[in-house]
Nanobody
Framework: QLQLVESGGNLVQPGGSLRLSCAASGSTSNLYSIGWFRQAPGKRPEGVSCISITGDHTTYADSVKGRFTISRDNAKNTVDLQMNSLKPEDTATYYC????????????????????WGQGTQVTVSS
């Protein structure tokens, strides 16, 4: 059974940076993609960024393009999310999730069904 554990959430000032990490334990051989999602209180979940298991394809929400970078370390079996120029609206609980489904396009990678989820890590951007 695949398990995902997030780390790296914290309180940071606007304009600051954080790096989130998702560690996967168990078999990842049947997976197509791993993604980062977030949910703020009173808001719908949002797909922030997703990466194919090979690392060849990535996609980002418009709200984070140019500020966030997703990467995969196959040796460590981790997927990291580097978040720069953080804004108060980035405040949310961030979840790592994995999917075995191949999406119809790279752009749809975050919109496919994700069956494996971590417990989440809190990111608060505030002065």
């Amino acid at each position: 059974q695949l398990q995902l554990v997030e780390s790296g959430g914290n309180l940071v000032q606007p304009g600051g940076s954080l790096r989130l990490s998702c560690a996967a334990s168990g078999s990842t051989s049947n997976l197509y993609s791993i993604g980062w999602f977030r949910q703020a209180p009173g808001k719908r979940p949002e797909g922030v960024s997703c990466i194919s298991i090979t690392g060849d394809h990535t996609t980002y929400a418009d709200s984070v393009k140019g500020r966030f970078t997703i990467s995969r370390d196959n040796a460590k079996n981790t997927v990291d999310l580097q978040m720069n120029s953080l804004k108060p609206e980035d405040t949310a609980t961030y979840y790592c999730a994995a999917s075995a489904l191949r999406p119809p396009s790279v752009q749809a990678m975050c919109r496919t069904r994700y069956d494996y989820w971590g417990q989440g890590t809190q990111v608060t951007v505030s002065s």
